[in-house]
């Protein structure tokens, strides 16, 4: 499996999404303001990624620079606003940093580095812990469909929802996978069906308007994806589409689940509709690959994100166990426990 992001002596090197799978070409940022463009412009996505993004670039911020501490914090906070994980991720870092006044600049360095290193491998044994929980909600012998990428490459490795898929084909189940291409940027045809092709699970490509055909037939298990934020009553947003799909997979009796971590829940929510939804680039949707597919000057929306009402969400998998209906109770029940 590759490394999607990793702290080395140069800068914190990340795998470049954005050139997959035509090339596999490694990015290192040897500044903080490479780090939040990085994010920006999605050389790095993925909520749990994005937290260990901003945990490094934290550290690389007060390792290079003689910037203020807030200004490096507040710099990669601007970077993107759904993903909840980016804040939880400078949070720590400053909750850390707060403790450490008074002391040298290397003791802070150093403290500050081993905690972001400590955020990437936590992230890790927290998506083996959800897949762990999810295997055996997936149904052995069906297919499994899944939107975006919520695989190794959105997170410190293995995945949330991948990784429920690799800890169910670990079991032993028979299973197979539909991604969803996951239009505007492709995430399910560039980035999900490379890395289950890597990892040797058999995988289909389909486009997003066939999820519908597709769950109709039967042939779908149970829908697993990943999440960018939870409001506290289970009400969950991510990657624009997943709405659709979870409102079809309902439809036709298929269990729609979320896995995400603890730290993609933001209990100061009472509701989705308090998630701010990135709007981006009218060009994600006009081209292809720099080549227009849409007349010049017409109009365009390009929210990034969705949120699916916690109605048709039929449990939410953590590295803590499944959270069930209703969510307001099972989900802070798990945070605190
Ligand atoms: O815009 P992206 O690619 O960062 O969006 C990613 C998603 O929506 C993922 O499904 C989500 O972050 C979960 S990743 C484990």
Request: with cysteine; aromatic share 6%; glycine share 10%.
């Amino acid at each position: 499996m590759v490394e999607t992001i990793e702290w080395t002596a140069e800068g914190v090197v990340m795998i470049d999404q954005t050139r997959l799978p035509r090339e596999t070409v490694f990015v290192t940022c040897r500044s903080y303001g490479e780090v939040a463009d990085a994010i920006k412009t999605m050389i790095i996505r993925g909520a749990p990624a994005i937290g260990v993004a901003a945990a490094m670039g934290v550290a690389i911020g007060v390792e290079r620079s003689d910037d203020d501490f807030e200004l490096i914090c507040s710099t990669l906070a601007a970077t993107r606003p759904t993903a909840v994980n980016l804040f939880w991720g400078i949070e720590r870092m400053r909750r850390l940093h707060a403790t450490l006044a008074g002391q040298s600049r290397e003791a802070i360095t150093a403290a500050l580095i081993a905690e972001a290193k400590r955020v990437k491998d936590e992230d890790v044994a927290i998506c083996m812990a959800i897949g762990a929980h999810g295997a055996d909600l997936v149904p052995d012998g069906k297919t499994v469909l899944t939107h975006c990428n919520a695989g190794a490459l959105a997170t410190a490795g293995y995945g949330t929802a991948l990784g429920v898929i690799r800890a169910a084909v670990s079991a032993g189940k028979k299973i197979d996978v539909f991604a969803d291409e996951t239009r505007p940027f492709l995430q399910g045809a560039r980035l999900t069906a490379w890395e289950l092709q890597e990892d040797g699970i058999p995988t289909t490509l389909i486009t997003d308007n066939m999820a519908g055909h597709f769950l109709k037939s039967g042939r779908i298990g149970c829908v697993v994806v990943g999440a960018d934020r939870i409001a506290g009553n289970g009400d969950v947003a991510n990657k624009i589409g997943t709405y659709s799909v979870a409102v079809l997979a309902k439809e036709n009796g298929v269990p729609f689940y979320v896995a995400a971590p603890i730290s993609t829940l933001d209990l100061t929510l009472t509701s989705g509709d308090q998630i701010p939804i990135e709007e981006r680039s009218s060009k994600e949707v006009t081209e292809v690959y720099g080549v227009p597919v849409a007349p010049v000057g017409i109009a365009v929306q390009n929210p990034a994100f969705d949120v699916t009402p916690n109605r048709y969400v039929a449990g939410i998998i953590t590295e803590k166990g499944v959270a069930y209906p209703p969510f307001t109770e099972s989900l802070a029940r798990l945070a605190n426990s």
